[in-house]
């Protein structure tokens, strides 16, 4: 590993996770769009005019940042790209957190209605974010083998398992705070 780069595989498998995280993601809201509109403009960000073309581009940026990933000459401006869009919902999100409304569908994840705002979905995209500079920092030109190929497809593997159980576990505690909340008794003075 060089002073400036990082070994190949772990780039490799930065980019292939994260294009696979920003095509699902695209897919996603793309079939929803008339709900991911609604999320969109539950933020309250931005004025309404713009509510609808953004909801729209969204996943159209996410599907060039994940196919520009993929490739390794594009990989960069990709990395470039994704870490644009983490920072945009890492603001959205700080903004509202800041406002006091965590009662609002975060948009990120893949279950229906994913739940409120947390912390965690701020920790979970400043993960992102340092996975980014990961997948953009140039590669050793260390060669590689097979085994660092299946390595790859392992470790992509695993990082999906546990983004998917984050997600659950985001989606669920949301869920239990509200019932908790709805069962609390109100205490009479």
Not at 115 to 128: D, E, I, K, S, Y
């Amino acid at each position: 590993m060089t002073a400036w780069g990082v070994d190949p595989l772990l780039g490799q498998v930065a980019r292939l996770f994260l294009a696979g995280l920003l095509l699902t993601s695209a897919i996603h809201k793309a079939r929803t769009l008339r709900a991911f509109t609604g999320i969109v403009a539950a933020y309250r960000l931005l004025p309404a005019g713009f509510i609808r073309p953004v909801s729209a581009s969204l996943p159209l940026v996410e599907m060039v940042a994940a196919a520009a990933l993929l490739v390794p000459a594009t990989g960069g401006f990709g990395a470039r790209m994704a870490a644009a869009l983490f920072l945009l919902f890492f603001a959205a999100v700080t903004i509202n957190l800041g406002r006091g409304r965590t009662t609002i569908d975060c948009g990120c994840t893949l279950a229906r209605g994913g739940g409120g705002l947390t912390v965690w979905h701020l920790v979970r995209l400043a993960l992102l974010i340092g996975m980014t500079a990961v997948a953009g920092m140039a590669n050793d030109d260390r060669l590689q083998s097979l085994f660092d190929y299946v390595n790859a497809v392992a470790a992509v593997t695993s990082l999906a398992i546990l983004y998917l159980a984050a997600d659950a576990l985001l989606a669920n505690h949301a869920r239990m705070r509200t019932r908790h909340n709805e069962k609390e008794p109100v205490a009479h003075a």
